[in-house]
């Protein structure tokens, strides 16, 4: 679903972010991505969206080069991607339905699909019945189940998760890597970045450490 060969990153300001990066992320496979702060685990992720491009390699994401990819057909690749951030982006100057619902009314859905689609990804969180509330009335927890129902809720091929449960206890912690299991076990293909090693270490999945841009160690 993912590979990266020989995938390097160098900012304008001379600051290599990945060197010779190498992984394959098969379709349906979930896996961390961890390293210290400054390791390159963020840069990765974007290389994946097309937030930024490589300087030298080949990302391939579901068979195809997206290096190749046009201006006009990136809205179009992101549409198979959802993104969880550790700071939510929530908006709250709308109800918990309209954050959820925000990619799909971008995307162009139709209005009763959207009902559907956005209640379908509340109740999969466990949220449901918030729907007509204001996100700045939640906890943290609970806003980050909004972010991960905004994420899903267009069903995407591969979700991507940058340091998900930064800013959460380990109960709350563990509830949201479920949530993310659970994804993965319909089919999802999963990638999240987190520095939380021991979290990472009780999941029992594929781990890839980065160290300085390099691609330390790749393995369970």
Request: proline letters at 4%.
């Amino acid at each position: 679903m993912i590979r990266f060969s020989n995938v390097s990153k160098r900012y304008p300001e001379g600051h290599d972010a990945l060197r010779d990066v190498n992984f394959t992320l098969q379709r349906g496979e979930m896996a961390f991505l961890t390293g210290h702060s400054g390791a390159g685990k963020s840069t990765l992720l974007k290389l994946i969206m097309l937030m930024e491009r490589p300087t030298r390699g080949q990302v391939m994401v579901a068979n195809q080069d997206i290096a190749q990819f046009s201006r006009d057909d990136i809205p179009y690749h992101r549409r198979r991607i959802g993104v969880v951030f550790q700071n939510h982006q929530l908006l709250f100057d709308r109800t918990i339905f309209d954050n959820v619902a925000l990619p799909l009314n971008i995307s162009g859905y139709d209005p009763d699909d959207t009902g559907k689609r956005v209640r379908a990804a509340l109740d999969k969180v466990g949220l449901l019945h918030k729907e007509k509330l204001n996100p700045i009335t939640l906890s943290t927890g609970e806003q980050q189940r909004i972010g991960i129902a905004r994420a899903i809720v267009h069903k995407p091929q591969v979700l991507l998760a940058d340091e998900p449960t930064g800013n959460l206890d380990p109960k709350l912690s563990a509830e949201i890597m479920s949530l993310f299991m659970e994804f993965n076990r319909h089919g999802t293909t999963v990638l999240i970045a987190s520095h939380d090693l021991a979290l990472i270490s009780r999941m029992g999945h594929r781990t890839m450490i980065l160290d300085q841009g390099r691609m330390l160690r790749d393995g369970f």
